[in-house]
């Protein structure tokens, strides 16, 4: 299929541990335990909590302006992806919720139970992030203190339990992990897509023979290249093909200049010491992603310009300062933001999962700068935005 025949799906995120105007953190990598993000990250224009009203005001903003689903993270450092996004369903009317789940803290038929639920009363908006979890002192607040490739190992295991539960009932497994014995879900489910992501050697077969949809961060794209080699050449040992994501942030705005100058006033309101517990944090990480992220600065964590943080054209890796995982944005106007998309859709990468501070003001920016460029290009094909008319934005 060519690139013209493939269209991009846009996705957004749900910031269920808060947002501000300015860069929030926690996430992948950064342990709660090293602050409190409540405390921390109340920016100079205030922090934003996750409550039900704020984020029911997100994910009505992302329906309205054209974007098919929302990212619900998962973890210590946030509200429950499930509750949240179930509360969420009567919200919206044709938003899809992207839910991240750890797959070592439930039994895999109570997951394709929950799953078929959740289909059921969204009328078929589930998608399903499966998250094996790359932090010790993350995964024992779980109770899970297994090491890291017996827990790709058990997700293997349970991920085929799921499937098996959805398309093979009554089914019977007896694995090293899990066992179930005529597993069936009530009224059958129309399967969700599994998003799966995962930059270690143990993570690539799980991701090629269970997941529909392959994630990366926001990474230059020679590597993003690489790492797709890898997963079509894993995915086709097993008779399969995936599809391509990338998990990124997004800042753009009329001009280059004005993007660049609200990315360094993003980083001249980090205070030092927070910057410093944070990549603390993150250098002692097991995830390979989240040190392929900390790896695009060399090492560094003290900068005076944020072009400085640029490591390939309009990729800027400041948000990985004090945000885990996804530590990357798309830094530019409109035009380079689309032009850099349209170069990872060369590559395949065929969805988007988009975020900006804060994310109800960085959606219409989006939606409004970016959208209809990407529309042009023949990229995509989306809902018209039913957005408001164009507002004044805030300067840097």
């Known amino acids: 299929m060519s690139d013209r025949q493939r269209q991009l799906r846009l996705h957004w995120f749900l910031p269920t541990s808060g947002d501000s105007r300015s860069l929030v953190g926690a996430g992948q990598g ?30 009505r903003t992302a329906e309205q302006l054209g974007f098919e689903g929302v990212l619900t ?14 509360a969420l369903i009567r919200e919206t009317s044709r938003l899809k919720f992207l839910v991240a789940f750890r797959p070592g803290v439930v039994n895999p038929v109570l997951a394709a139970q929950m799953a078929a639920t959740y289909q059921r009363i969204s009328g078929g908006r589930l998608m399903l992030n499966v998250v094996t979890g790359g932090e010790p002192t993350e995964q024992a607040r779980f109770g899970d203190t297994d090491p890291k490739d017996v827990r790709y190992a058990r997700t293997e295991e349970f991920l085929s339990v799921v499937r098996g539960t959805w398309q093979d009932a009554p089914f019977d497994f007896e694995g090293d ?13 129309t399967p969700p897509d599994v998003y799966f992501g995962g930059s270690s050697g143990p993570a690539g077969p799980v991701a090629a023979k269970h997941a529909d949809v392959y994630l990366t961060w926001g990474e230059p794209p020679a590597l993003v290249r690489e790492k797709i080699a890898w997963m079509r050449g894993l995915a086709a040992a097993q008779g399969r093909t995936l ?15 004005d993007a660049w100058q609200h990315a360094q006033w993003l980083l001249d309101t980090l205070d030092p010491a927070t910057v410093a ?17 900390t790896a695009l600065r060399g090492g560094r964590t003290s900068y005076s310009s944020a072009r400085e943080l640029e490591v390939a054209p309009n990729l800027w890796s400041g948000v990985g300062l004090v945000r885990g995982g996804a530590g990357t944005a798309l830094v530019g106007s409109h035009e380079e933001v689309a032009e850099r998309i349209e170069e990872y859709h060369h590559l395949g990468i065929d969805e988007l999962i988009l975020s900006g501070y804060p994310h ?15 529309r042009r290009r023949g990229l995509w094909d989306g809902p018209q935005p039913a957005s408001e008319p164009r507002r004044e934005r805030r300067s840097a």
């Open 30 to 59: 950064v342990p709660t335990d090293v602050r409190d993000v409540r405390e921390t990250f109340r920016g100079p224009d205030g922090f934003r909590e996750p409550s039900i009203d704020y984020l029911a005001q997100v994910a």
């Open 73 to 86: 993270p998962t973890g210590t450092f946030c509200e429950d992806a499930w509750l949240t996004t179930a």
């Open 177 to 189: 992990y899990f066992r179930a014995a005529g597993a069936l879900v009530s009224g059958g489910i």
């Open 243 to 257: 599809r391509f994501g990338l998990r990124i942030h997004t800042l753009s705005r009329d001009t280059s200049e």
């Open 277 to 293: 517990a944070a990549q603390r944090a993150l250098s002692a990480s097991e995830s390979t992603g989240q040190q392929r992220m």
């Open 360 to 374: 109800v003001e960085e959606a219409y920016s989006f939606a409004e700068g970016v959208m209809p460029l990407l």
